[in-house]
């Protein structure tokens, strides 16, 4: 069994705690989710069949040690855990993007996973799996796309509720781009002296017209 993979391209990782730095994202297709804000819809179904190998084949082309895999859902395909941990063994430092609906205690603990938690204004918020943030290491980080208050307020209270065990800089709260203005999120965190990190999407503001392979 392979991968079906929609796009693997060399970037600038745009929304983590590592943002800013070089990395080789590998997209995988499909999703079990349809967010109201979904910027990647062309990954849902277009893709191509490849193998592990093939895919770490296509990782080497670039002089780059950190990679991505992302999505759609990535944890949606059988073999994901198994090239996150082919990368590790040779010396990748990995991260994976997941919607957080599916179970990230498949994925190898080294990997850093960065977990979204769906808030209001997603329409999934229902599919969030909550049992995954007792699963989370403390290089893992999470994260909250936020287009109204409520979602704000939605973010909020899940930080409250559930005792989290990431440090506060992995705890991402994410203006939906061209929604939300970043300083209207950036009040509403002062004003309550959130401890989290107020993250933009950075390959957006660098490459505003381009909409693959960023």
């Not at 297709?29 to 109201?36: E, H, K, P, V």
């Not at 965190?189 to 999407?201: A, G, H, P, S, Y």
Request: proline share 5%; net charge negative.
């Amino acid at each position: 069994m392979g991968l079906k993979v929609n796009e693997i391209f060399y970037s600038l990782q745009g929304e983590s705690s590592l943002a800013g730095r070089p990395c080789i994202f590998v997209r995988l297709s499909g999703c079990n989710l349809r967010c109201a804000y979904c910027d990647t819809k062309y990954a849902y179904e277009a893709g191509e069949e490849m193998d592990v190998d093939r895919v770490l084949d296509n990782i080497r082309r670039f002089n780059c040690g950190l990679v991505e895999i992302t999505g759609g859902e990535p944890l949606l395909q059988p073999e994901t855990p198994a090239l996150v941990r082919k990368l590790i063994e040779q010396n990748y430092t990995v991260m994976l993007e997941t919607n957080g609906s599916l179970d990230i205690g498949t994925v190898d603990p080294r990997c850093i996973k960065v977990v979204d938690v769906k808030c209001p204004s997603s329409g999934e918020q229902d599919q969030n799996l909550f049992a995954n943030l007792e699963k989370l290491c403390k290089h893992d980080e999470l994260k909250f796309v936020v287009e109204t208050k409520e979602d704000y307020q939605y973010a909020k209270e899940q930080l409250l509720r559930n005792d989290i065990a990431l440090p506060p800089g992995h705890i991402h709260f994410s203006p939906v781009f061209g929604k939300l203005s970043p300083q209207t999120l950036s009040a509403w965190i002062l004003e309550d002296n959130l401890n989290v990190r107020m993250t933009l999407q950075m390959h957006k503001l660098i490459w505003p017209n381009k909409e693959k392979g960023v």
